[in-house]
């Protein structure tokens, strides 16, 4: 037995496909085989995409009314196996949506699920997935036994997204079967929190900010400098935890994997739970007036000094450029 049929819970946002499913897509393909990539709603305008990004087939439930994502997909999903289309692994985004579709499926299915990884490989007809433990101090590999499919969600960032150049991917319709009372539950609203500039998780420039600002009105130099910088604010959980900010800008191992070009931490000490959000960046630059501030055993570039008079001096810098 190989592993040569590969699913790939996909996810649309504004209208365009996310940057999740984009690096899912990527590994996926990496791994050989055929790629299919699954949507809950219409598959008609990201079916492009999909296929530029490698998958060659995109099952669709087409529009769900109303019904609960995580129900109704998996349980369109569970018929196409049980139909004879039956993949080896299903790769999830690790979030909220992807995780209950996963979770569902598992018991729909009988099979074991894996969470929170950030890799995974092929040997013959084995998959073994990285999972992160211990605030990432520790990697364990974890190969699947038993027969597939594998269910596996990884966490944002785990891999680069880059396109193949296929063409639009085929939609076959994936039909959502009667769900019976579970499918009485339906969305009523979606809330999304207002921002501006490039989102947190995707960003090319993320500032954060943490305790060291000293109060909740301070954050305000972060914001000015992340704008100068047409970068993202962030935050450590222990303002988040404050209200000094809203959870969305969360860094951390409970909040946003990041791994943009730039990492600016403004007063952050580096908690082992913050770290492991943002220590995959490309660049860490710590500012910290604490010498001895773990933040800096991770950071490329180092300041020590007071957030309150450097951040200051970096946006007049930044200002002066003009």
């Known amino acids: 037995m190989t592993i040569s049929n590969i699913w790939v819970f996909a996810q649309a946002a504004d209208g365009g496909v996310t940057t999740g499913t984009l690096e899912l897509l990527t590994k996926a393909r990496s791994l050989g085989g055929t790629v299919s990539a699954v949507v809950g709603g219409d598959a008609s305008a990201v079916a492009a995409t999909l296929g530029e990004y490698g998958a060659t087939r995109v099952y669709a439930t087409g529009d769900l009314g109303g019904a609960l994502p995580g129900a109704a997909v998996a349980s369109a999903l569970a018929a196409v196996i049980d139909g004879g289309d039956r993949p080896d692994l299903i790769m999830f985004p690790q979030n909220y949506e992807g995780r209950d579709v996963m979770a569902r499926l598992s018991v729909k299915l009988d099979r074991t699920v894996i969470t929170n990884n950030t890799d995974v490989s092929v040997d013959g007809g084995s998959v073994t997935v990285t999972t992160p433990v211990f605030g990432g101090n520790t990697l364990v590999a974890t190969t699947f036994s038993g027969e597939g499919p594998f269910l596996a969600a990884f966490r944002p960032k785990s891999f680069a997204a880059e396109a193949a150049g296929g063409g639009a991917a085929e939609v076959v319709a994936a039909p959502v079967p009667d769900l019976g009372s579970t499918g009485g539950a ?28 000293g109060e909740a009105e301070k954050f305000s130099m972060v914001d000015d400098l992340a704008q100068a910088l047409k970068g993202a604010a962030g935050a450590s959980r222990a303002i988040v935890d404050a209200g000094w900010v809203p959870y969305s800008m969360q860094v951390g191992q409970t909040g946003k994997v990041v791994k943009p070009n730039v990492y600016i931490a403004a007063g952050i000490s580096g908690a082992t739970q913050h770290m492991v959000g943002m220590k995959g960046s490309k660049h860490i630059i710590a500012i910290n007036k604490d010498a001895e501030a773990p933040i800096f055993g991770v950071a490329d570039l180092g300041i020590v000094g007071d957030v309150h008079k450097v951040l200051p001096k970096l946006l007049e810098a930044l200002q002066g450029r003009g």
């Open 186 to 213: 339906t969305v009523t609203a979606v809330h999304v929190e207002e921002s501006t500039g490039p989102k947190l998780d995707e960003a090319d420039v993320v500032v954060s900010g943490g305790r060291g600002l």
